[in-house]
C-alpha cells in the first residue's frame, strides 16, 4: 500500500456465544462501512486475531470456556494486540466494579445492555478512526525512513561525483601546471621552451577555472541569487542546448513574481534534475520547459518527445521513482506542492506545482511572450 493512499475499511470483530446477538451488532455497525467479523467463542475470536488485523474488538463478558474478561487478558498478552482496542458488553455485569474489573483487564469502554445502537456506532467508529490514523501514521513513517536513506544515498553519490570530478579533472590539471612550473627552472630549458610552457600552462588554468565555474554554477549557481531564478534558468537552459545538442524552448509567463530564495532555488533544481534526465534517459531530439502562476502556485513543467516511460498514458507511482527523482519530490513536497511524472504517449512530463506564498512585486524579467509553443512549431 503506498503510504500517500488513503486506509479503507477496517476489521471489527465481535464476539459473543449467542448468533442472535451478533445479527444484531452487525445490523446497527453496517451503516459504518467497515469489515464486520463474527466469532462465536473465545477460540474462534483468537483465531481470527492471528490472521487478520484487527481494529476494535466488540466482546460479550458472559461467555463459555473463557469469558470476556479472561479472553481480554489473553489478548493483551500478545505483542501484536497491545493497543487492539477491545469494547465489553454485558446484561449482568453492570456493576462499577465490573466495569473497574473490564477496564483492569484493558477494556477501553463498557457497555450495558440494552445497548443504544447509535452510542454502540458512534463508539465503535471512533476507535475505528483512531486505528486507521495509527496506520496512516505507521505508513507515513515508514515513507520518511525509506526517503530520508534514499537522501542519504542521493548526498553520498553526489559527493562521489565531486570528488571524482575534482581529482580526475582539476585534481590532473593542477598538477601538470605544477610540472610545468617546475621545468621552467631547468637551467637547459631554451627561452622558446619556457614561453610555449608558460602558454601551456595558461592554457590549463583557464580550462581549470573554467571546470571550478562549471562545478559551482551546478552546486549553487550565483546568477541565482544576483539577478534572480528567470535569468538563472534562462542562462542555465540555454548552456544545456549548446552542450547536448536537445533543441530547448523556455516558456516563461511574465507575470511570475519574484519568489523567495528557497523556493527559487527549489525550482532550478527541479527544472535542472528533469534535464538531467531528459539528456540522460529520454532519448529525446526537442523538450520544453514551461514556468508560470497558476492559481496561485508556481507551475513548472518540463516535456519531452523522447522514449517516454513506458505506460503511456498514465502516472508514475513515487515508489518507482529513481534517487534523482525522489529529491526533486522532497523538494516540492517541502513547499506542500504535487509532482507528477507522466508518459504522455510522445514523450515524458515532469510536472510540478507548488503554493506560492510571501510574494514579492512582480518585475519583468523577459519581454512579451509569443504564444506557447507546440511540437509542430519546433
Not at 493512499?5 to 459504518?32: R, T
Not at 486507521?132 to 525509506?146: D, G, M, P, S, V
Not at 539528456?279 to 520547459?289: D, G, N, R
Not at 518527445?305 to 534517487?323: C, F, H, Q, R, V
Request: with cysteine; proline share 5%.
Amino acid at each position: 500500500m503506498k503510504p500517500n493512499a488513503k486506509i479503507g475499511p477496517v476489521n471489527i470483530l465481535m464476539v459473543d456465544d449467542q448468533p442472535a446477538k451478533l445479527l444484531s451488532y452487525e445490523v446497527i455497525l453496517e451503516e459504518l462501512g467497515e469489515n464486520l467479523l463474527k466469532a462465536t467463542s473465545a477460540r474462534d475470536a483468537l483465531e481470527l486475531l492471528l490472521k487478520t488485523e484487527v481494529a476494535v474488538v466488540l466482546m460479550d463478558v458472559s461467555m463459555p470456556e473463557l469469558d470476556g474478561f479472561q479472553l481480554a487478558e489473553v489478548i493483551r498478552e500478545h505483542p501484536r494486540f497491545q493497543n487492539t482496542a477491545i469494547i465489553f458488553i454485558s446484561a449482568v455485569h453492570v456493576s462499577d466494579l465490573d466495569r473497574l474489573k473490564g477496564y483492569q483487564r484493558g477494556g477501553v469502554d463498557y457497555l450495558s445492555v440494552p445497548v443504544v445502537p447509535d452510542l454502540l456506532r458512534a463508539k465503535v467508529s471512533v476507535f475505528a478512526e483512531l486505528h486507521r490514523n495509527a496506520r496512516q501514521l505507521e505508513l507515513l513513517n515508514k515513507e520518511l525512513r525509506r526517503l530520508s536513506y534514499t537522501l542519504m544515498i542521493a548526498q553520498d553519490e553526489e559527493r562521489r561525483r565531486v570528488a571524482r570530478e575534482l581529482h580526475e579533472g582539476l585534481g590532473q590539471d593542477l598538477t601538470a601546471v605544477k610540472m610545468m612550473l617546475s621545468a621552467l627552472n631547468q637551467p637547459q630549458q631554451s627561452a622558446e621552451s619556457k614561453q610555449r610552457t608558460v602558454g601551456e600552462a595558461l592554457s590549463i588554468i583557464s580550462s581549470a577555472i573554467e571546470q571550478v565555474r562549471t562545478m559551482s554554477h551546478l552546486l549553487h549557481p550565483p546568477l541565482l541569487d544576483e539577478v534572480g531564478l528567470l535569468t538563472a534558468l534562462r542562462s542555465y537552459i540555454d548552456g544545456f542546448a549548446k552542450r547536448s545538442g536537445i533543441k530547448t524552448v523556455f516558456d516563461i509567463s511574465e507575470k511570475l513574481p519574484r519568489l523567495e530564495p528557497e523556493l527559487e532555488m527549489a525550482i532550478f533544481k527541479i527544472v535542472q534534475e528533469s534535464l538531467t534526465n531528459v539528456f540522460k534517459h529520454a532519448e529525446a531530439s526537442q523538450v520544453i520547459v514551461r514556468l508560470e502562476e497558476c492559481d496561485g502556485c508556481a507551475l513548472i513543467s518540463v516535456a519531452d518527445n523522447g522514449k517516454g516511460l513506458g505506460n503511456a498514458g498514465g502516472p508514475t507511482e513515487s515508489g518507482d521513482y529513481g534517487i534523482g527523482m525522489i529529491g526533486m519530490k522532497h523538494r516540492v513536497e517541502e513547499f506542500g506542492g504535487q509532482l507528477l511524472l507522466q508518459d504522455t504517449g510522445s514523450g515524458t512530463l515532469v510536472e510540478a506545482r507548488i503554493p506560492l506564498r510571501n510574494l514579492q512585486p512582480a518585475v519583468s524579467h523577459s519581454p512579451k511572450m509569443a504564444p506557447r509553443p507546440t511540437w509542430t512549431q519546433l
